[in-house]
């Protein structure tokens, strides 16, 4: 008989004061830089007072300046492993619009381009979380700083987080408190229109289903995994199905113990939930939490992945303390084979990972794994970002 033993379901909620009169307003018009980060600073400030987090918020606007969705740092009080502000704040428009691609046609048709403003700088990790979310345009605060997000990350950028932006195609704006400076800007985009559009109501709570209910078949967590062999076969096996499942894409992580305790698993959730964070690493990391009641893994903890970390989930992992990163298919193999793009990462990176004491594992079944990815290329599986890309070039 084997024991599963995981948990396959999040919920995860917005504080209660944020609803409570005053905080926000989806029928103001935050027409200016200056006002949309006056009201992220707000809602930093009250998150800190009220214990829920970290003096860290960030908002999606549309380019008239109407609310869309609010972010909170709630990462201790909501296990959410991805759950830095910025993070938060397209997790909870992409749960509103019900779509993981902010920037995709059904979106632009309702909305238009969207708006990210926050009070403090990304990270690694935000900036690739950003472009795959799909928002147009960054707005953070030019006297921020990166909060309290990590001593670390910005060295795993191949150069300045505004310019790397910037040539996806993202604008990007150092906003000034004072208002002089920005009061005279509205988005270039702005159809200058006064009431907001129509949008589905922002869900104050949403429950995930993390893991297929295939996941409990394929997963025995009695077993030790000891070898990066044996973690890395489970991870390429929970792909394989995936795949076939039709439950999300070909990635999928493993995270044990150092003895190989499994800890818990993820799958790629990003099409079936609607959220971009849901990568295999970030959706593993998300069972951890739920599992220990920490957002931090275990000490020592060893992450497999069938597929080189991307920026998105380096920044996460490190986030997340994890203390061994091993992977299987290289980020060329990924692209080459899928033609997932797999965004923003230092060539240098995984000499950087060890400078911050996180030791990367390569080359390990990657045979093995890319065999997978190349049959999801070819059953004719969903290239979401790349497709995307392809879309707003050929728009461009
Ligand atoms: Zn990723």
């Not at 990635?251 to 990568?279: C, K, Q, W, Y």
């Not at 970030?282 to 951890?288: E, H, Q, R, S």
């Amino acid at each position: 008989m084997t024991a599963f033993g995981l948990p396959r379901f999040a919920t995860y909620q917005f504080p209660p004061w944020l609803f409570q009169s005053g905080q926000i307003d989806f029928s103001k018009k935050y027409a200016f830089p200056a006002e949309r980060l006056a009201l992220v600073e707000k809602l930093a400030t009250q998150n800190r007072v009220h214990g829920t987090g970290k003096e860290e918020a960030a908002a999606i606007f549309t380019a008239e300046g109407f609310l869309v969705a609010p972010g909170l740092e709630c990462s201790e009080t909501n296990l959410m492993p991805n759950g830095q502000s910025h993070t938060s704040a397209f997790f909870w428009a992409q749960k509103r619009m019900g779509t993981f691609d902010l920037g995709g046609r059904n979106v632009m048709q309702a909305l238009g381009p969207l708006i990210l403003t926050a009070n403090t700088l990304p990270d690694v990790g935000n900036v690739t979380g950003i472009l795959w979310s799909g928002v147009a345009r960054v707005e953070v605060s030019a006297t921020s700083s990166l909060g309290d997000q990590s001593p670390l990350m910005l060295d795993l950028m191949p150069g300045d987080w505004v310019e790397v932006l910037r040539s996806r195609g993202i604008e990007v704006e150092l906003v000034h408190n004072d208002s002089s400076r920005n009061l005279s800007r509205t988005s270039r985009w702005s159809t200058g229109r006064k009431a907001p559009p129509r949008m589905p109501p922002l869900p104050h709570s949403v429950t995930l289903e993390l893991l297929p209910p295939w996941v409990e078949e394929e997963v025995d967590t009695t077993t030790r995994l000891s070898t990066p062999a044996q973690r890395m076969a489970l991870a390429n096996r929970l792909v394989a199905r995936n795949i076939r499942e039709g439950t999300g894409g070909p990635f999928a992580t493993v995270i044990t113990d150092p003895n190989g305790g499994i800890l818990g698993v993820g799958v790629n959730r990003v099409v079936p939930l609607g959220v971009s964070p849901m990568h295999g690493e970030g959706t593993a990391l998300a069972v951890v939490a739920q599992k220990t009641g920490s957002p931090v893994v275990p000490e020592n903890s060893i992450l497999a992945t069938n597929g080189c970390t991307c920026g998105m989930c380096m920044g996460n992992v490190i986030r997340a303390r994890v203390k061994t990163i091993e992977y299987g298919a290289t980020t060329e193999d990924i692209e080459n084979l899928t033609g997932f793009d797999e965004g923003i990462k230092s060539g240098n990176w995984a000499k950087i990972c060890q400078r911050h004491g996180v030791t990367v594992v390569p080359d390990i079944l990657r045979h093995e794994c890319a065999l997978e990815l190349e049959y999801y290329k070819t059953s004719g599986g969903m290239i979401y970002n790349g497709s995307r890309s392809a879309e707003a070039l050929a728009a461009s």
